[in-house]
């Protein structure tokens, strides 16, 4: 069991269910218990917080669904014959609205919205438990953690649907549902969320692993910032970030033995000891949080295999780069217990010349299995660094040496020689692209990367992706027939 984790439970543990059915985002209550009748200790306070966190545990996010999406979208994988049909669509972008797995990334955002909808609204009633049975501060930041994860699940939204509902109350009982608002209305309550959440969270080392801290809104509304193009605020986020830094060996971000570590901002949770609440017998939402994630044994070369990382990935590395064989097995490497095993797979009997190592058990297992614990990095420093070096180059008056220091920082620990100094705007904004590529490789930012720039007929070139279209998934069919405020009309563009 791993020390000092939160072990992120859902609220019906206490008799308290959330559901969105499958005809309206609503949020039920089987039992009905009041607001009034459970909020009445810190216990209880903390455990609506946490039901909110075990939403980014579900399949249609970060255990399952997500990792193929982004990875596969940014082609920064390769499907082998295995591969299943619904998540081959995204290497040649040929889903549509009735994509079961986009529906549950949908489905667990909104569950998540409405979890954290639930702790917000009842702002009083938590405030009116005595201050000798809950302090102030501690009432202050439930609300704080419950609007750093509200915006949070936002922004996964609005960067993958655009013009979507904006709910920030709790559904009335009607099931009627919401219509859809700007995007430009989401991202004002993502920045009004995490400016009022930063004050009220704690510094790292002050929280217990896993919660939000004050470093993680302070990193998220940067990166909301920078996704807007508003440089200098987001500038002024990151500069804010205190008692972060690299990780001296890079592949200490992808292993369990090392998670919260240094440079680690925020994290998804995962323990291995758990197992799985509702794996392969939930709904399509995956509304169970999964304790263990799939990733390990989807991506494992000795396992299941399903994908693998592209040629156009594994092309990228410069001679010498570290990351390179601390991202991806190939022939000859070794792995297991005390490695003791040979890479000998590829290209035999498998679609591509390498796999990943990246979150995989190999460095100390022979196989994976389906309770893979390894923590899910979200944010992470060097991230960061590069974000503040785009920023640098790209505000007025932006000094691109400033920016290719901060680039070099993160070429130092991965073994490279720096850049040099008095490159252009546009040669920096080059090597950003190359080394957020290789630096975050199957992390599941390219695909935004690429859609913010704006260089997908470069990036994505050969692959089936149209411009106007695929910058933005499909809103779920379902969502759209249930929903009395949503019409064909309301479709994003294309689909």
């Known amino acids: 069991m791993k020390n000092n984790k939160i072990i992120l439970t859902i609220l019906a543990s206490l008799g308290l269910v959330f559901s969105c059915n499958e005809d309206s985002l609503e949020l039920t209550n089987p039992n009905e218990l009041s607001p009034d009748t459970f909020f009445q200790n810190p216990v209880q306070v903390q455990s609506a917080v946490n039901a909110v966190y075990s939403n980014l545990q579900t399949q249609g996010l970060y255990s399952r669904h997500m990792f193929f999406m982004m990875d596969n979208m940014a082609h920064e994988n390769g499907g082998n014959t295995q591969l299943e049909a619904d998540k081959r669509q995204y290497l040649d972008f040929s889903f549509d609205s009735s994509h079961g797995a986009i529906g549950a990334y949908w489905e667990s955002c909104y569950r998540g919205i409405n979890k954290a909808n639930f702790v917000i609204e009842n702002a ?19 609300m704080g953690e419950a609007k750093f994860l509200r915006a949070l699940f936002y922004f996964l939204i609005v960067t993958r649907f655009g013009d979507a509902p904006l709910i920030t109350t709790l559904p009335p009982d009607d099931g009627v549902g919401f219509p859809k608002s700007s995007a430009e209305e989401i991202y004002a309550q993502i920045i009004q969320d995490l400016q009022e959440a930063i004050p009220t969270l704690k510094l790292k080392g002050e929280e217990e692993n896993g919660r939000a801290t004050k470093g993680a809104a302070q990193g998220l509304l940067g990166k909301v910032y920078l996704f807007l193009e508003r440089y200098d605020d987001a500038l002024t986020q990151f500069n804010a970030l205190n008692g972060y830094s690299l990780e001296d060996d890079y592949f200490n971000n992808f292993k369990e033995e ?12 995962y ?40 040629d156009d990935l594994l092309n990228e590395y410069e001679e010498g780069d570290i990351r390179f064989e601390q991202s991806f097995y190939v022939n000859g490497d070794t792995f297991g217990p005390d490695s003791t095993l040979t890479v000998d797979h590829f290209p035999s009997n498998a679609g591509g010349n390498a796999g ?9 297992d022979a196989n994976e299995d389906q309770t893979s614990g390894i923590n899910f990095k979200y944010m992470r420093y060097a991230d960061v660094l590069l974000m503040m070096a785009e920023c640098e180059s790209m505000r007025p008056g932006g000094d691109q040496d400033t920016a290719v220091g901060l680039i070099n920082q993160v070429r130092e620990r991965a073994g490279l020689d720096p850049l040099p100094t008095g490159l252009s705007q546009t040669q920096v904004f080059d090597a950003l692209i190359h080394e957020r590529k290789v630096e975050l490789a199957g992390e599941q ?32 069919q379902a969502e759209i027939d249930a929903n009395i405020n949503l019409t064909s009309a309301d479709q994003n563009p294309g689909y």
């Open 271 to 310: 323990d291995d000891d758990l197992g799985f609440s509702a794996q392969w017998n939930s709904d399509r939402s995956g509304e169970g949080p999964n304790e263990a994630t799939f990733r390990g044994q989807e991506y494992g070369f000795n396992d299941w295999f399903n994908v693998f990382p592209s």
């Open 356 to 364: 990943w190592s990246k979150y995989n058990n190999y460095y100390k």
């Open 445 to 476: 930012c390219r695909f935004n990367d690429i859609i913010r720039w704006g260089v997908s007929d470069t990036e994505l070139a050969g692959t089936n992706f149209q411009a106007g279209k695929h910058e933005l998934l499909p809103i779920p």
């Open 258 to 269: 090392t998670e919260f570590g240094p440079e680690s901002i925020f994290e998804i949770q």
């Open 124 to 142: 009083e009633t938590i405030n009116a438990i005595l201050p000798s049975v809950m302090s102030t501060e501690d009432k202050q930041k439930a």
